[in-house]
């Protein structure tokens, strides 16, 4: 296995574990990240993803050795990477934890997840310039809807890294954490998220998304019609019903 899974409560987290290659994502590894993460996104009672890495790297991109034979045929038919749409797909809420590097397709990688948490040390960077090709895993769009295109343009055409406190003044980071306590941080986060809703916390994340693409007025107009169903859930009542009654809600599956 190149991945270590543990559920906490309703949180699951997931370790990258190629200690040997930075945690560098390979082939298997993301099958089995992408089946632990279907698996458990049925799951009710689970209501969020933690995806973290090592001290050192979260993740030091797409494997080079995996990739550096290949022809273009073989990538074409094997459409190598078109895999990671179904990490996307997951509709559950899934956070980065970023301690040391997150390079080419490990910033990818945290860029797919819905919030990005980092450690003091994280350090984010798309260097495929440097190896003769650019990002492969939707770093040139990602990276440009979230920091802009003047950052965006400056990470990808040099390939240099950027430190924690420049990603998170840049938007691509939510919070930093010291890297002591980086992952008890994030998983108490998780959890808070996990006691929502997993109906509205689904949907609410399924609307930020769709922010990225849609104009406005159909975003909004969206939001509203999505807002209205939320009162076809018992969640909902139970939620404004707790709130008079002055006490915690009781969230099921609703
Ligand atoms: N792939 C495979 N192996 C890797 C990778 C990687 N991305 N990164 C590190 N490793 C391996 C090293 O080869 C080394 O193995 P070995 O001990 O067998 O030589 C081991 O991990 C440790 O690495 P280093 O000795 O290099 O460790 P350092 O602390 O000296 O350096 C760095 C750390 C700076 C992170 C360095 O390892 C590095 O620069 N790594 C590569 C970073 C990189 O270029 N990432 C981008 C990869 S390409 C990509 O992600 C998307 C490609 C898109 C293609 C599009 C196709 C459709």
Known sequence: MNIKVEKERRVVIITLDRPQALNALNTPLMNELVAVMQQYDKDPEVGCF???????????????????TKTYLDMFHEDYFAGWEQFTAIRTPKIAAVSGYALGGGCELAMMCDIIY????????????????????????????????????????????????EAESAGLVAKIFPKETLL?????????????????????????????????????????????ALFATEDQKEGMQAFIEKRTPSFGKS
């Open 118 to 165: 980092a450690s003091d040390s994280a350090k984010f960077g798309q260097p495929e310039i440097k190896l003769g090709v650019i990002p492969g895993i939707g770093g040139t769009q990602r990276l440009t809807k979230s920091i802009g295109k003047a950052k965006a343009m400056d990470m990808i055409l040099t390939g240099r890294m950027m430190g924690a406190e």
């Open 50 to 68: 933690v995806v973290t890495g090592s001290e050192k790297a979260f993740a030091a991109g797409a494997d080079i050795k995996e990739m550096n």
């Open 184 to 228: 008890e941080e994030v998983k108490s986060i998780a959890d808070n998220i996990a006691s929502y809703s997993k109906t509205s916390v689904m949907i609410a994340k399924e609307a930020v998304d769709r922010a990225l693409e849609m104009g406005l007025r159909e975003g909004i107009l969206y939001e509203r019609r999505v807002f209205h």
